[in-house]
């Protein structure tokens, strides 16, 4: 059975930094790019990052970048999501998410062109 679980979210202040986990079971994360998304109440899931199989290549938006960075280690079938100076608008559910398209420019921000889910981890940054 395929699991992907989040870990290492929680509340911290404004300015703070989290670094979120995504551990696979089940699953060979090293055969699959990988993404994070985010979910803040009443809005849509968003991507905040993406990961080709190999590493080599990232994707983060505009409104993320310089801040956020994700990573992954396949030898421990993990991925991260490195987060500093937070902001009160990055609280958010986070999610982890894994694909066999290894090609980000190809829908890599579509959350339906993700195969596998984590159950979320909240994120929340006071203000």
């Known amino acids: 059975q395929v699991q992907l679980v989040e870990s290492g979210g929680g509340l911290v202040q404004a300015g703070a930094s989290l670094r979120l986990s995504c551990v696979a079971s089940?699953?060979?994360?090293?055969?699959?790019?990988m993404g994070w998304f985010r979910q803040a109440p009443g809005k849509e899931r968003v991507v905040v990052a993406a990961?080709?199989?190999?590493?080599?290549?990232?994707y983060y938006p505009a409104s993320v970048k310089g801040r956020f960075t994700i990573s992954r280690d396949n030898a421990k079938n993990t991925v991260y999501l490195q987060m500093n100076s937070l902001k009160y608008e990055d609280t958010a559910v986070y999610y982890c998410?894994?694909?066999?398209?290894?090609?980000?420019?190809?829908?890599?921000?579509?959350?339906?062109?993700?195969?596998?889910w984590g159950q979320g981890n909240q994120v929340t940054v006071s203000s």
């Open positions: 998410a894994d694909r066999k398209l290894d090609n980000l420019v190809v829908a890599g921000t579509t959350p339906t062109r993700y195969e596998y």
């Open positions: 089940g699953r060979t994360l090293g055969r699959y790019a």
């Open positions: 990961i080709t199989r190999s590493g080599g290549n990232t």
